[in-house]
């Protein structure tokens, strides 16, 4: 089980329905039945819109990485989907990353949502969903952003564990605040009490998957046809930026846009989260 306890489970969801009440916008939520297990989705903007699916990153939920792009609803119809295994409201079923499951419960979701030339906004492990949905049938999916996404690049392994795996080992025994804030400093260009909050219940209360992580090939990189905007992060040690960059315009062919994110760790600013909306936003005029 992905919860450790009943208690847990729900104290993180309190948080998530906080943070989704703080939205103060207009959504409906729909519980879609996959072959995968129960997906929880939170939809906000028109449906007469452009379909947009948002993919949140390991530790997260729809209700947060909505909070970062408040104005992709003017111009899209914004899926925000919690991903399975995460501490949010969609099954606890972990699916292997080394397998194309994760593509495929994503296309299961575009299919039964009745979604057509769908963009994708995936960060971090949401970026490693979105790539998986293009190996496994891009037909329905038009545009796809990455942000410090998993799967092309990772980072010195060394410095990870010392700098993060071992304060995070340290705060899951002790319960120590000053071990998770270290990780958050290493992983967070800001963060607000909500953040750390909704980080330290994740670490205390979930069974996370410490895994390896794995790297997508030159070859089937080669095959996706989908046009692709990458935002690397400089200061993100897990997926360090130039490394990104400079493997990503080696195997991508279909890769559009770089943006390089100078300031940033791997969850970037306010400010750098509002560059990237406006990108995505803007991206719409280039569409037929």
Known sequence: MFFKSKEGKEQILKLYNQKLNDLQ???TTTSLATKFGETHIITVGNTNLPPLLLLHGT????PQILDSFPNLSDSYCVY??????????????RLPMKSLDYGDWLLEIITKLKLEAVTLVGFSF???????????????????FLIAPVYIVNGNPLINVWKMFI??????????QEYIKKVMNVLFSEYDDFALAYMAATFQHCNMDFSP??????????????PITLFACK?????????????????????????????????PNTKDFKAIEKKIVNALQYQT
Not at 86 to 92: D, R
Not at 169 to 174: R, S
Not at 214 to 222: D, E, R, V, W
């Open 126 to 144: 949401g970026g490693l969903i979105s790539l998986k949905a293009l190996e496994f049938n891009e037909t329905p999916i038009k545009k796809v």
């Open 59 to 62: 530790g997260g939920c729809a």
């Open 80 to 93: 925000a989907v919690d991903v399975l295994a995460q501490p949010n409201k969609s099954a606890e079923n």
């Open 213 to 226: 992580l794995p790297i997508l090939s030159k070859q089937k990189a080669n095959r996706l046809k989908t």
């Open 25 to 27: 916008v207009d959504y």
């Open 167 to 176: 304060p995070l080992k340290k705060f899951i025994k002790t319960n120590n």
């Open 235 to 267: 200061n993100d040690i897990m997926f360090p930026g130039k490394k990104m960059i400079k493997r990503a315009e080696r195997i991508f062919p279909s890769l559009e846009e770089v943006v390089f994110l100078k300031g940033a760790k791997h969850v």
